[in-house]
């Protein structure tokens, strides 16, 4: 069994900054691919950001490039989010995911690939 993580939510004003966090426990780890998705007050989930088991492949959405910074620690089983520039818009929870499926260690966008998932972190960023 895995067990995933979120923290490091919480409520900053327009052009702040935050710093998620997503702790991975349990079964052998090696080789997922970890992945921020969102989901706003009555929207769907989206992909946010998302890289790649040795860290040399990321990918952004195209509404966070150039503001949010995908990293991860493999030493300590957890992946970050340095969201800065902050937005309204980026209100949401913010669920941290492991894919599951093969190649797991590429990330991709689509939430059905990922069997592992957090409970989500609330980001409210006031204007």
């Known amino acids: 069994q895995v067990h995933v993580v979120e923290s490091g939510g919480g409520l900053v004003q327009a052009g702040g900054s935050l710093r998620l966090s997503c702790a991975a426990s349990?079964?052998?780890?090696?080789?997922?691919?970890m992945t921020w998705f969102r989901q706003a007050p009555g929207k769907e989930r989206d992909f946010v950001a998302g890289?790649?088991?040795?860290?040399?492949?990321?990918d952004y959405a195209d509404s966070v490039k150039g503001r949010f910074t995908i990293s991860r620690d493999n030493g300590k089983n957890t992946m970050y989010l340095q969201m800065n520039s902050l937005e309204p818009e980026d209100t949401a929870v913010y669920y941290c995911?492991?894919?599951?499926?093969?190649?797991?260690?590429?990330?991709?966008?689509?939430?059905?690939?990922?069997?592992?998932w957090g409970q989500g972190t609330q980001v409210t960023v006031s204007s």
């Open positions: 995911a492991l894919k599951t499926q093969v190649p797991t260690t590429i990330p991709t966008r689509r939430e059905n690939e990922y069997a592992y």
């Open positions: 349990g079964r052998t780890l090696s080789n997922y691919a």
């Open positions: 890289i790649s088991w040795g860290g040399s492949i990321t």
